[in-house]
Structure formats: C-alpha cells, structure tokens
C-alpha cells in the first residue's frame, strides 16, 4: 500500500496530512545524546552505518513521524571529493579545500557506499513508512567549500561566483557529483529525495537567478528524469526565489516560516511542505496547539501538503513538545 | 529649487537617480573615526549635537550624496521612554527593561530635543539636499526592550507578542511615543522621514499581518496625515512581505536585495529605494562598475527611484569604493 507521504505528493486522497519533521534525529533527543557518545568524531558517527540506522529510526520510534530520513550530513560528499571536513564540539563545520577545481574528484553512484547502506538498512528495519534520501544543493555546498565552513553572509562566496574564475567549472562538477550520490541513495531504496539549500537565502534575486537557478533547474531535470522519485526542495530566504522555483522540475517546495505558503499552495501547482515557525515550540502547548490549529485549517487543499517546520529542530527544543506537535498534527483531520 | 530626491519620490521629471546611502557617515570613514573618538561612550556621541551635526555632514561633504540622514540611533527614542541603553565596544546595544508597560514615559515632540537640534543643524548648515529624519520600527524597537539587545531569531519576542500579555500596550505606546518624536524632527525641519524595521525579517509571513502591520498600517497613516512628510519604509527580509506594504501609506518602499526589486516596481505604484547588495563593495573597481551598470540599465521607470543598498555600509568597506559607487550613480544618465 502506498505511504501517506507519497499519496500526499501525488495528489492524491488522504484522511490526515503526513508529517515529519527537518532534523527530528538531533541532538534535542535523549536516545540520539546518548548514540551520539558511542563516536568522538561527527564524521565518523555519521559513517557509522549500523549507528546511523539506529538514528534514522529513532523519529519513527519515538514520534511516530509519517517519513524516515537517513541520518548523514550535507557535507559528506564534499569530504569524497578530496576536501577536508571537519567539525568540532560547538562550532559549525571546518572545510579546507585547496582551491583547485581540477584535482576534485568525480563520484559515483557507489562513492559512498556507508550512505546506501544506511539506506538498505533503514529500508530493511521497517516497511511502515518511505525512506528519504538527501544531499545539499550544489551552491549550499559549493559555499561551504569557498567559505572554509557557514557563514553569515557569504562574503568569500558572492565574490569569487561573480568573478567567475572556478565557479561555473565548480558548480559543473557538484552538479555531477550530486547527481550520482542521488542515484547510489534512490538505487539503495530511497523512496523520495530532497535537496537543502540552506544557504542560497543571502543571494541577491538577480544573482539566485543567475548563478543558481542556471544550475539547479538542469540538475533537477537529471535527477527526475534519470533517478524518477519524487523531489523535494527546501531552501531558506523562501519568499525571496518562489517565482523563479514555479518552474523547476521538482514535485514539492519546502518553504521556512516567512513565505506566504498558504497565498502559494493557490497558485502554484505544486504539494508543498514546511512551514511551521519552530520558535513555536519554546511556547507552552496551549498556545502550540491554538497555533498549529489555526495553521491547518488555513491549509487550501484536502492533499499535496506535508507537514513540516519552516527549519530544523533546535537541540534545546523540549522533545515532549515536538511529541505533542507531532500527534496534534496526526489527530487533524483533513 | 525642489531637491532631486524629493523631485523622484513625486515622480517629476530626472536628469539622474538620487543617491544616498544607509549609514553613510560610518566607521568606514576616517573623518568619522577621528570625530568619534571625541566621546568614549556611543550615546553621549550620538546626543552631542555638533559632533552630530558634523557627522550627518560628512557624506555630503566627502560622497556628495543627494540626501543627508542625520546621524543618530534608532535606540534613542527607548532610552527617553526610561530604558537603559548602553553600547559596548565592539557588541551589540545592551537595552536593560524591567517589563512594566505602565511605568514607560510617554514622549512629546520636544522630548529628543538634542535630536531635533541636530536636525535644525543640518538643515542651518546647508541648503543643497534634503534632511532625513528617522526612527526604528515600533515592532523593532519593540524587540529590543524584549530581547534586551539585538537577536539573531527573536526567540523571546515572539513568545512575549504570541501570549499578548503586553505585546499590544507596548506597541500602542511606541507607535504614540514615535509618532511625536518624528513630529519633532519634522517641526525641527526633517523634508522625509524614514522607519527602520531591521528585525521583522525574522516574522512568519502570517505573524507580520497579525502582529506588525496592525500597529504599523496605522503608524502610517498617522505620520502622513498628521506629519504631511514623504515617508520612507525600510525593512530587511523584503520579499516577504512586499504584497502587504502595498496598502500601506509610505511613498518610498526601501528595499533589500533578496528581493525582485525590478519587477515589483512594474506592478507596484510606488517609489523605491534599494537594493544592491553591499558585499558588491569588497569587489575590485571593475566587477563593480560591471554589476551597478547592469543594475541601473534594468531599471523600469525614469523616475519614483532613489539609489540605495539592501543594507548599510558595514565599517570594513573601503572609502574609495563607495565614493566610486557614488560618482558611478551620479554619473548614469535616465
């Protein structure tokens, strides 16, 4: 029988809207703390295949969520590609990359290897719900790359993409290479995919149109025409790229909290996902549950919405409150 | 002779675009480091009325821009209304609020008379360019007292506006206060008034409706019937709730560069301001004249347009370059 989730994004007849949520394997759990100590190293812990399953499978467990996605980083390709990653207690991830676009390696479908079996393994634990594979978009990691790690603007960044010396042979290869780390996940059993594009949000609109959009468009092209799962996208600064994404292959847009999605979901023939403000979660629940009731009903459309958070979940949110989330949202009916 | 700013908000007839810049007598400057160090204590800078006098004058002096803003802090009208305000080097404003709605003092427009002087100041000191007066955002200024300083998510702000326990009689009280305090630097000679919302970006598109265009759209309308000024509106995160400031009586919509500037002025009848992104400024001569030209030549209109970045200037760019962004402006026949 098919999932509530896929359903979902193809239109079709639900009783309930699906849910999960963005980081609901994190740090804001007791069990993930407590697997989390079983490796020193993020990195390692995140190839830690039979760790990483049981991360995985935590929100199914304890939550209940309508879709699993494989615990992993955006940044592990980056790190198959030749550069070094790494992340330290606190800080955001360190990237140091040389620089030279021609000594980066090409992917695979089976580069990473630890990433499909996490699939296999997640896919293999339970039938219940689909699995979602993931990777972030070429210009999000290409950023990382430029920036030697986050950044709160992308200063480095905008100036060596409109300089243009390695950026269009840069953003070529990531376009590759994530293409083929999609291909090993979807042959693995990934049921749906999504793309982060987390930091595309501090580009100015003219410039998401012409340095990212001119990437992203081909690149979700390729991947429904050769992987054929549903995509979704998420990216932050939602309101800013809308317009440009109507046009994108992609079957779902997950949008942050500052985008009118419920204006959007009228007009754009599209099944969208997010946007639940996750500050929201730091209230008591009386006030979550008038507030996510008062978000449903708002929903436009009996179907292609899924339920999600407009960002991640903070690792000092209350895990009996995002339970509470979760099960308000699963007892409303469409 | 009507200025050329005032002359491009009414939609009369330009030779070329107005220029000025957000923050435009800044650290950036070495005349205004050099002033600065006149006073160890920001405030104390900002309430010394010829250091400001001369700090506003700077930019018109050195840049020849078509606009003087007067040099001050959006803070100022909080510290007058019994807050304690305080800047430290380096950090951001520490704003100390005991969370009395009832024992905050209710302004006049003599209150900010140092501000008003300095307006006077400006005004005395030159005939050539209109005089800019300002004030932060009600709902901005709001976050201040409740965050007790700068917020990068506003996290308590938003739980202090979602229970509305003294959400709604702050915000009564500073849209009152801010009202008079711009009647003040209008009397005092301000030509246009600009507001500052920097921290509405981090609302739900639903939360702006709700909790800031509630107090804002009146805001408004009081300062344009009662004031009699062009009124300018600036706020970060613009694409988000550009459909919403089309009701709203402000003659100026200043925006940042996350948005479609270009195409909103083909369907929204106002002027703009904006909205080149600032990081333009940390690149070579060139790419820069490249990039501005570009941006000017996709203008649509010959008029209703002032020249601006998407934010201000930030204290590492190079004098020389913005001067060079200036005279580029200046130097672009409509």
Redesign the interface.
Known sequence: MESLLLKSIKGEKIERFPVWLMRQAGRYMKEYRELRQKREDFLSFCKDVDLAIKVSLLPLELLEVDAVIIFSDILVPVELMGVRVEFKDGEGPSVVWDGVVESLKKLSFNSADFVNEIIMGVKKAQKEVPVIGFCGAPFTLLSYMVEGGGSK???KT??YM??EEGYNSLMTLLVENLVEYLRGQVLAGADVVQVFDTWA?H?????YKDYAETYLKPFFERIKRELNVPLIYFYR?S??FL?VLKDFAVDVISVD?????I?SMRSINKAFQG?L?P??L??DEG?ISQ?VLE?LRCIPRKTKYIFNL?HGIAPDMDFHKVKFLVNLVKSYRV
């Open positions: 603007d992308l200063r905008k100036l409109w300089k949000m580009l100015s609109y003219e410039d600064g309101s800013s317009e909290w500052t985008v009118d999605m204006g946007n403000d500050h929201l730091y209230a006030l507030k978000f407009g």
